[in-house]
């Protein structure tokens, strides 16, 4: 299991694979958002963490179309499909969104901060709005696995993935925000909604790819 | 234990598309002669019905409005059914009924958004507001259309209905939650004011019009399900024949070339 996890990683981070861009998206997302509302700083300092939070969903499912399509071109997705036997299908998923995670959305995590700084969030708002995104963002890999396995046999399946799971990550984006902020707005709370967030990721690391799994040995 | 048994045989039965089509047949007309009867009534009631002393007429739109949303989610509850049983039992009619489910259930909920929208423009003076309710349904909807496009994108129709309803039962899984959250987020809606533990708080007057075109619309729907699997299930045949029929042709093509 550790060995696909660093192989998937190893595959992630090289050339060719998305996380650079992923981040390059993320910074023209965030900065398109002024030229569209204008450059009042206090009305991006108040948008700032949704902007964020925002444009990390979009990013992240940039890359999610080849989460598996990758594997099944080259037949590694057999070999995973064969070894269901001696490893549960749904864990070698969960390995692989895990290292999906790491390649392409750790560093958009990682870049959030400075991006924050752009649209004038304060340090508090910055703090909570990283860590709010650190533990939300596996959620959306996991439910993006879902979409992933499900057009996996498609040639464009790229759009699909996007519709099918936009729908479905809404509660993720509405107790992200609502936490990153309460950590700023006085009277709202910031630890009911980041304990939802932990949840609703805790939730999804499981449905996801066991519904993956299942998603993937229909597909042949 | 016996029932379950008895259900159990009369379920496989029906697995036989050719019994499953002569029962649908003789089915449809009583059920769309039911519906259209219970809806002349329902809908006559609801002209009948007071107007509200604060509404005035505009309160009769949701004779319409409130049975659209309570189907727009009981028919995504039949396509969850449907799911689970092409997932666990493999039914063959299991995946022809979600197919056929799907759009039917998107209209109802592109009908309810509407109605209300159209309500909600006299009632709270705008089109739209972004309040729980209607944003839990307008994502219904978009789910709806997910698994609409996604039940067109495979060419395969086995594979398809499985790629479907594992979307549909994850879905479901997901509908509590992005309700909860939703109402969490903002709330402008009125409550749940039909099925309460502590009984109706709306007048009888109102009740009676609402639950009776409530059924209409039930049978309605049931009716437009029948049919749409009926159509279904024929054109998986026509496709079938033709898919035989070319087959036919190219192999006699290739003897004539062999001989």
């Given amino acids: ?220 | 234990m016996s029932e379950t048994a008895n259900l159990t045989a009369r379920l496989t039965a029906l697995a036989n598309p050719t019994r499953f089509l002569a029962l649908a047949g003789n089915l449809v007309p009583w059920i769309g002669g039911a519906s259209a009867l219970v809806l002349a009534v329902g809908l006559g009631m609801a002209f009948a019905a007071p107007e509200d002393y604060q509404q005035g007429i505009t309160v009769r739109i949701m004779y319409i409005h409130v049975p659209f949303a309570w189907l727009a989610m009981f028919c995504y509850a039949v396509m969850a059914a449907s799911a689970l049983g092409t997932l666990v039992w493999r039914h063959p009619l299991a995946d022809v009924s979600l197919k056929a489910a799907a759009p039917i259930g998107a209209v109802f909920t592109a009908l309810a958004l509407v109605t209300g929208s159209i309500w909600g423009k006299p009632m709270w003076g705008t089109w739209w507001v972004w309040d729980a309710r209607l944003t839990s349904v307008l994502v219904l909807f978009l789910m709806y259309l997910g698994v609409i496009a996604l039940t067109r994108a495979l060419d395969d129709q086995s594979r398809a209905a499985r790629a479907a309803a594992i979307l549909t039962l994850v879905g479901f899984i997901n509908i509590p939650i992005i309700k909860f959250s939703v109402d969490w987020w903002n709330t402008l809606h009125q409550p749940a004011s039909v099925f309460r533990l502590d009984g109706p708080t709306i007048h009888p007057s109102f009740l009676w019009p609402l639950l009776i075109s409530a059924a209409g619309f039930t049978l309605l729907f049931l009716t437009l399900h029948l049919m749409a699997m009926r159509a279904e299930i024929w054109r998986r045949r026509v496709s079938a024949m033709r898919r035989m029929s070319a087959r036919a042709a190219e192999g006699k093509l290739a003897e004539g070339q062999a001989s």
């Fill in chain 1, 1 to 220: 299991m550790f060995a696909l996890y660093l192989r998937e990683v190893r595959l992630g981070v090289r050339a060719g694979g998305g996380a650079l861009t992923g981040v390059l998206f993320f910074l023209a997302v965030v900065a398109v958002i002024p030229f569209g509302v204008g450059p009042d700083l206090d009305l991006l300092a108040r948008i700032g963490p949704a902007v964020l939070w925002i444009g990390a969903l979009l990013a992240s499912l940039l890359g999610l179309e080849r989460l598996f399509q990758a594997d099944r071109e080259d037949g590694s997705l057999d070999m995973l499909l064969i070894a269901d036997g001696r490893h549960m299908l749904a864990l070698s998923v969960f390995v692989k969104c895990l290292a999906h995670w790491t390649a392409n959305v750790l560093p958009l995590v990682a870049v959030a901060p400075l991006l924050g700084l752009f649209m004038n969030v304060p340090p508090v708002g910055l703090a909570a709005a990283t860590l709010t995104l650190l533990i939300g963002t596996p959620a959306i890999t996991f439910i993006g696995a879902v979409g992933a396995a499900l057009v996996v046999a498609l040639p464009r399946g790229g759009l699909l993935v996007s519709v099918l799971i936009l729908p479905l990550s809404i509660p993720v984006l509405i107790f992200g925000v609502a936490a990153s902020r309460g950590a700023v707005a006085e009277p709202d709370p910031f630890l009911p909604p980041f304990l939802i967030l932990t949840a609703l990721t805790l939730f999804f690391a499981v449905i996801g790819p066991a519904a993956a799994a299942l998603a993937l040995r229909n597909a042949d």
